[in-house]
């Protein structure tokens, strides 16, 4: 990977190092970059600067503000290919579409398991390997990736960065907020495989799935 910009090239080697010389005052929680460091500090300080233009509603990231955005102008730019669903979010058609494809490309080298997600592959794997290099340093337990010993660290500083562009409601983690957005979009993206029946959230189908 190239870069035009000397300043941009320092702050990506760091996530190849490791390296969190931007520290958080409030919490000490560390950044590579002094970006994401600013938006972390506007969850400990409140300030919105992102303002909608629509209603009285302000963000303190420029992403929520984009997705709330989408509510006045209903807005679903990702439009699934095998049906007439469309969704706000990318990632949101990502995980519909295996839906219709049944798409598996993560596969474990240790047993004959498939995955479709790879946040869910890698989980899979350290239960073979035993990995868990991201260790919190309030309570010691082990994590197999950095994002989930981010998403941990919130049960002990209280931080919701994850703002919901439709309500007042935070979360303190991504997945959180994913099923949260359904609510309001009523989403379905959970299919029976012998019903195909569609349900909202994964316990939903699970606790379905034991009627047949």
Do not use: W
């Not at 035009?4 to 929680?29: A, F, M, W």
Request: net charge positive; hydrophobic share 20%; glycine share 6%.
């Amino acid at each position: 990977k190239s870069f035009s910009d000397n300043h941009v090239l320092k702050g990506h080697i760091r996530i190849h190092t490791g390296e969190k010389p931007y520290q958080c005052s409030q919490c000490g929680k560390a950044f590579s970059l002094h970006g994401p460091l600013i938006r972390h500090q506007q969850t400990h300080t409140g300030d919105k600067p992102h303002q909608c233009i629509h209603c009285e509603k302000a963000f303190s990231q420029k992403s929520n503000l984009t997705r709330h955005l989408r509510t006045h102008t209903v807005e679903k730019p990702y439009q699934c290919s095998h049906c007439d669903k469309a969704f706000i979010q990318h990632i949101n058609l990502k995980k519909h579409l295996m839906i219709h494809t049944g798409e598996k490309p993560y596969q474990c080298s240790y047993c004959d398991k498939n995955f479709a997600q790879k946040i869910n592959f890698q989980k899979h794997l350290n239960t073979h390997t035993g990995d868990y290099p991201y260790i919190c340093i309030h309570c010691g337990k082990g994590f197999s990736l950095n994002n989930e010993l981010d998403d941990h660290l919130r049960t002990h500083t209280g931080e919701k960065p994850y703002q919901c562009g439709q309500c007042e409601k935070a979360f303190r983690t991504k997945n959180g907020l994913s099923k949260h957005h359904r609510l309001h979009t009523g989403e379905k993206s959970y299919q029976c495989s012998q019903c195909y029946k569609l349900f909202a959230q994964n316990s939903h189908l699970v606790i379905h799935l034991k009627l047949h």
